[in-house]
């Protein structure tokens, strides 16, 4: 389904209709991964945060996506959003995502607004926990990448997600071996995995939120 024209108003109104969670993160995960959750009394997952920016860009929003560094432990590489683990005294995942946007790309959190969350998504091979935190900027942000962390910041416009044709399968490398899985990919950058997962949810929030209407 091509989808265009969405608005920051019409994202506020839809996250906050019942999210598919699950539903869609199924869609786009690797061959042979599940999303079964483990008991956090046995398995001690860690818990993180990441940040999914929007912006304005010529009447258009844009995701704010980052390359991340080859020399990272977890998942060298790959394209993910802004984030990372909570740390001790760190209260909500809000405050996580917000000290990991500023650190890796040099978001200023004085210049954005935070507008909510969708479901979260846990991933078995790095055993992290991730909770979404949904965020606005008016204007194209002033970032800076933090090159021990960051090896390329990408601004990719909303509707490009909604178009079946960047929608497919790829082999990609995991770790020491390779797994073929969905993905989208728009202009050489492939983006699978918990990201695409998320992705996918906010798709199809806005989609099931246009076929309530």
């Not at 432990?73 to 760190?90: A, D, L, R, T």
């Not at 800076?144 to 960051?150: A, I, R």
Request: overall charge negative; some cysteine.
């Amino acid at each position: 389904m091509l989808i265009d024209n969405i608005t920051i108003d019409e994202i506020k109104v839809a996250i906050k209709k019942s999210l598919p969670g699950k539903i869609a993160h199924l869609k786009m995960i690797p061959k042979d991964r599940t999303l079964v959750v483990p008991d956090k009394n046995i398995s001690k997952y860690i818990d993180s945060a990441v940040l999914i920016l929007l912006f304005n860009n010529a009447n258009n929003l844009y995701f704010c996506l980052i390359k991340r560094s080859l020399n990272l432990k977890y998942h060298p590489g790959q394209i993910s959003f802004p984030g990372g683990k909570i740390e001790k005294g760190e209260s909500d995942y809000t405050i996580t995502a917000l000290r990991e946007a500023d650190e890796e790309i040099g978001l200023d959190p004085n210049k954005i607004e935070i507008i909510g969350n969708i479901s979260s998504v846990y991933i078995p091979v790095s055993n992290f926990m991730i909770y979404p935190v949904l965020a606005y900027s008016e204007e194209i942000p002033n970032l800076k990448v933090n090159e021990s962390e960051v090896d390329e910041i990408i601004y990719l416009p909303i509707y490009e997600f909604f178009d079946p044709v960047n929608i497919t399968e790829e082999i990609v490398k995991s770790g020491s071996s390779t797994i073929k899985t969905p993905c989208y990919k728009i202009n050489d950058y492939i983006i699978w995995g918990a990201t695409a997962m998320l992705i996918n949810e906010f798709c199809e929030i806005i989609i099931n939120h246009r076929k309530s209407r």
